[in-house]
């Protein structure tokens, strides 16, 4: 068995590099989405900015399909989500890798939604003085399950507002650092003082509701299933 060889060629290595240089290109570059604060063009910033050895730790929520699309995982453990899809998993995962590894940057990307499950463990990482960045991507909806509603039943909007915090407030009330990014521009000087802060902080980045993935809009969705259903009735 030692002295088995791996093949000299592999049939589908080109097929393999293609798709790979596909990926690449498919997230090299931020998509364009209505309002000021664009999150794949954050993400890519993330990417081309964070030491290679950073960690990023998400919950649920379309949010984060910025995150797989365009930032880049550069060493193992690097990006830490929930397989099960579970809520609010970001923030008390980010706690864990930040105690685990002192020395590492740890970023948690989160929805508003999502963040407020867990949010008030933002008091854990203070006490402790976890210095983690949590990005809130506020749209001031449950962005998911609105696009289900959209997809299956246009305009029938059922309980996916939310009422949200002054999250820079709540930072600074649990004694963390907080700065709101009202677009893009605004984010590597709101992430720069959050680093230098040394605190827990929250960076509150203001997102349209349109802005729902970063391939098409809520009032896309609603115009298809619109028209999906009139396509139904007429069959």
């Not at 498919?26 to 209505?34: D, L, Q, R, Y």
């Not at 039943?153 to 009330?173: M, S």
Request: glycine share 12%.
């Amino acid at each position: 068995m030692d002295n088995l060889q791996p093949p000299k060629e592999i049939a589908w290595r080109g097929d393999s590099d293609t798709a790979h240089d596909d990926f690449l290109a498919w997230g090299e570059k931020a998509t364009s989405v209505p309002g000021s604060v664009n999150l794949g063009e954050i993400m890519v910033w993330l990417r081309d900015n964070l030491p290679a050895d950073a960690i990023i730790t998400q919950g649920a929520g379309n949010f984060s399909g910025w995150v797989h699309r365009f930032y880049r995982v550069r060493k193992y453990g690097g990006l830490v989500g929930a397989t099960s899809g579970s809520m609010g998993y970001g923030l008390p995962a980010a706690l864990a890798m930040q105690t685990i590894y002192p020395n590492r940057v740890v970023v948690c990307v989160s929805g508003d939604g999502d963040f407020l499950m867990t949010g008030q463990d933002f008091a854990t990482a203070v006490q402790y003085k976890l210095p983690v960045i949590v990005l809130v991507a506020d749209n001031g909806i449950y962005g998911t399950i609105r696009m289900h509603q959209e997809r299956e039943y246009p305009g029938r909007v059922v309980a996916t507002d939310l009422r949200n915090p002054d999250f820079v407030a709540y930072a600074l009330a649990f004694g963390g650092y907080g700065a709101v990014v009202e677009k893009s521009s605004d984010f590597p000087a709101a992430f720069a003082a959050a680093r230098a802060s040394g605190k827990p902080s929250i960076i509150h980045l203001r997102i349209d509701p349109e802005a729902i993935t970063p391939a098409t809009t809520l009032s896309a969705i609603r115009e298809s299933g619109i028209r999906r259903q009139g396509s139904g009735r007429q069959g």
